[in-house]
């Protein structure tokens, strides 16, 4: 055993201090005495230091000078010299990124970390992290088993785990973050990719990117099934903007293909869907109030139906059919005194001012009142939004009022226009980009194996692997492409790089001595609990 | 049994010793005032109805012509009562303290057969120790009379009283020096304190002038006193001191 600091040992002479400490302190004897009559009348007197007791082999002074003893030993710093190499800390972060499917270099990477991890890093104490989907740390057998995902994998939170963990932090990915030692493995370039897509307002708007030479591609558009393609010239190592102007009235998808021909076709492929209906139907359920249905009738371009699903619902005192927006009349149980208040929204544009036509409005029952209030008389709440349900309380007898509201019809056309706007829209999904479902629908299952999907708390749905997924809603099922779009990934080159540090070199495997301060200090601790109990107990 | 065959026997030589007449209930060796028994002539009187017809002397009758009586002297057992100190004080030296009651309670039991003996055998240490002096007889208290209120029963009654008092080698000379919590065994009141040669010195002086004083208290109530230290064989207490002390005869 070697000290790291011998003069420490100095400190034992405070076993000396201790002796005379001890002896000044020493605890009184007991002596039991038949009476205390006569020593009572013994005057006192301070004890002259020749006749303090020589310190007797008290277990507490022995247990006491051992904790003074393993005190000063721990300070000194004992240890053993060992000849097993130190473990390093080292950490293997693995970039999972969707680019990195191309020419098999995921593969290759799942390989070297498991080259690494069984190989020179095995006498060491290893850490593997990677996004796959989410960042976690994964053990060999998570390693092994290991694969891409479809999307853009944010490296910092990884490294930043990872340098928590471990003194040697080992990126394994085609690019790397300034400071971070890497083994890369770069990709032949000139990839052409979508990477960004919108449809609505009868458009078509796409970027395209092109990280190689100038070049034409071919690009096919496919709305609902119906095929058409054209040939566009991207510039070398840019972007360009694509759009078509195109009638999407009743059209449900959208989905866009480039022939590329290069090593990475993911981001070759766009769509975009309804997830509601393209028509503007509308149904009515409960009391079919024939000012209703012909001021629904008067909004251009609506439909009315009698059942099925519809863009707009509405329910006369009753729960109103299945539709992307639903409206429920609730008719007052009396009238509410004051003048209604209409709020500003979309679904009261133009009807600001004319509050006073109403008609006879009440306030909503009890378990409608939730949500945005959109008309209100005083404290009460006569019409509110919740999420794509309106509330409406207002009589449609016409012999209370109803036919005096003459912008009837102006509401109706508000509430088509707002539904068409909310559920009519088409949607764009991306992988890693979570995606709010309309109320009423879920994921019911990918139509690929393997698809990587989760759900949020909120509801929201987050692909993390291209493909389509089955939406399951009212009236019925809908496929929902969910293609690659982020722009990053679509430069799939990256470089070829061998990290600074090797792994196989024995820097930082130097043996560690065992050290005993712990065990002397721990030592010093119970000898001194003990001393202190005994001395309790004495007492 | 507390004694060996030879001390009994040595013990049934010996009897307790009082200075004045004794009068108890039972008939015994003791002379007392009162006339009677069986016991030696004392005088004559005047024959007075009721007397007993067997104690009127007719030869006296056949010469004076009047009726007398003898009379006797009559021998009472001498009432005896040993008081053996309990007090947790006596700890150190109750067994002597026991063993000295129950010799002197084989003692008298020869005049007088009577539990004392038994009674003394069941002490124990700790048992309440109430010292009552008989109307009449001998009360004899073995005590280290560190109870002061001891004074006050001892005064009381006209019966005579003899003093055994015993001390501990350790009460006699402190062995323990330094610095000490010293507990009183009575009380259980403890006190911290040096004890050095000094302080054993005056406390040997304080000892002495305390059984002094025990001592002249007792002479001015012809009380019989006697010191002894637990240390000493019983058999040289018994026969030697408690008989010059005249305690035992």
């Known amino acids: 055993m070697s000290l790291e600091s011998p003069a420490a040992l100095w ?58 003893a393993a005190a000063v030993l721990a300070l000194a710093g004992p240890f053993v010299a060992s000849e097993i190499p130190r473990p390093r800390r080292v950490a293997l972060v693995l970039d999972t990124s969707a680019r990195l499917r191309q020419g098999g270099r995921i593969d290759r990477i799942r390989e070297e970390a498991l080259r690494l991890y069984d190989g020179p890093l095995s006498g060491d104490r290893r850490s593997v992290f990677a996004a796959a989907p989410s960042p976690r ?17 944010d490296l910092e939170p990884l490294l ?13 990915s085609d690019r790397a973050p300034a400071g971070v030692d890497a083994r890369l493995f770069g990709s032949e370039g000139g990839n052409v990719g979508i990477t960004a897509l919108s449809v609505g307002g009868g458009e078509i708007f796409a970027r395209i990117a092109n990280h190689g030479a100038v070049r034409d591609v071919a690009l096919v558009v496919r709305i609902d099934g119906r095929e058409t393609a054209e040939r566009i010239s991207l510039p070398a190592g840019g972007e360009r903007a694509w759009s078509r102007k195109a009638d999407l009235g009743g059209a449900e998808s959208v989905a866009l293909e ?68 639903r409206v429920r009349i609730h008719t007052p149980l ?106 009423g629908s879920a994921v019911a299952a990918a139509s690929e194996p393997g698809a990587i999907w989760s759900l949020s708390d ?53 043996p560690e001595p065992a050290r005993l301060g712990g065990w002397a200090a721990g030592a010093a601790l119970g000898a001194l609990l003990l001393a202190w109990l005994l001395e309790r107990r004495r007492d | 049994m507390l004694f060996d065959e030879a001390f009994v026997r040595k013990l049934e030589a010996l009897r307790l010793a009082v200075r004045r007449s004794v009068s108890g209930r039972r008939a015994g060796e003791r002379p007392t005032r009162k006339r009677g028994g069986s016991g030696d002539f004392v005088a004559h009187r005047s024959y007075a109805q009721g007397d007993e017809f067997r104690a009127i002397d007719w030869n006296l009758y056949g010469r004076l012509g009047q009726l007398y009586v003898k009379e006797f002297a009559r021998e009472e057992a001498l009432p005896v009562r040993l008081a053996v100190d309990t007090t947790p004080s006596m700890a150190p030296k109750f067994d002597f303290a026991r ?72 009460e006699l000379a402190p062995p323990f020096s330094g610095k000490l919590r010293l507990v009183d065994a009575e009380t259980g009141e403890s006190r ?33 006193y006697l010191r002894c230290a637990s240390s000493t064989p019983l058999e040289e207490v018994v026969q030697v001191y408690l008989r010059e002390a005249g305690v035992l005869e």
Do not use: M
């Open chain 1, 334 to 439: 009396g009238a509410s005194p004051g003048s209604p208040v209409v709020l500003r929204h979309p679904l009261t544009a133009g009807l600001e001012s004319r509050a006073s036509e109403l008609g006879r409005v009440g306030e909503l029952p009890p378990e409608a009142r939730g949500g945005d209030p959109l008309i209100a008389v005083g404290e009460r709440r006569v019409a509110v939004l919740r999420g794509t349900e309106l509330h409406v309380c207002v009589d449609l007898d016409p012999a209370r009022g109803w036919p005096a509201f003459p912008s009837f019809p102006i509401f109706w056309a508000n509430v088509v226009d707002f539904a068409r706007k909310g559920a009519g829209e088409f949607a764009v999904l991306r992988t890693g980009r979570p995606f709010a479902l309309p109320p």
């Open chain 2, 192 to 224: 911290v304190r040096f004890v050095g040669d000094e302080e054993r010195a005056e406390y040997r002086r304080l000892l002495a002038a305390h059984c002094e004083d025990w001592r002249s208290w007792c002479f001015d109530r012809e009380i019989n």
């Open chain 1, 11 to 68: 400190g034992l002479a405070s076993l000396a201090l201790l002796a005379i400490f001890s002896l000044w302190r020493q605890a009184a004897g007991r002596a039991t005495v038949p009476s205390l009559l006569l020593w009572k009348r013994i005057p006192e007197r301070n004890p002259p230091i020749r006749a303090l007791r020589r310190p007797k082999a008290r277990w507490e002074l022995l247990l006491q000078a051992l904790a003074v």
């Open chain 1, 458 to 510: 909120s509801g929201d749905f987050l692909a993390h692997t291209a493909g389509d997924y089955l939406v399951r809603r009212a009236g019925g099922e809908r496929r929902l492409p969910v293609g690659l779009l982020d722009a990053r990934e679509s430069d799939t080159a990256g470089e070829t790089r061998s990290p600074g540090w090797d792994p196989a070199r024995p820097e930082g495997r130097e």
């Open chain 1, 160 to 172: 930043a785990a990872a340098r928590q963990a471990a003194d040697h932090v080992l990126l394994l």
């Open chain 1, 137 to 153: 740390r994964l053990d060999r057998a998570g390693l092994a088993a290991l694969g891409p995902v479809d999307e853009h994998v």
């Open chain 2, 99 to 170: 063993r000295l009651g129950a010799a002197l309670a084989l003692v008298a039991s020869q005049e007088s057969p009577s539990g004392a003996l038994a009674e003394i055998e069941r002490l124990r240490l700790g048992a309440p120790f109430l010292p009552v002096a008989p109307a009449r007889g001998l009360l004899v208290v073995v005590s280290d009379l560190w109870d002061e209120s001891l004074r006050g029963a001892l005064a009381e009654g006209r019966s005579e009283k003899a003093v055994i008092h015993v001390l501990s080698p350790e």
């Open chain 1, 258 to 325: 480039l022939e590329t021909g290069d090593g990475f076709p993911l981001d070759d492929r766009a769509g975009a869907v309804r997830l509601g209906t393209a028509e503007a139907t509308a149904t009515v359920t409960g009391s079919r109030d024939p000012d209703v249905l012909r001021a629904l009738g008067a909004v251009e371009g609506v439909k009315l139906r009698s059942e099925g699903e519809a863009l707009v619902s509405v329910g006369v005192d009753a729960v109103p059919g299945p539709a992307s927006f």
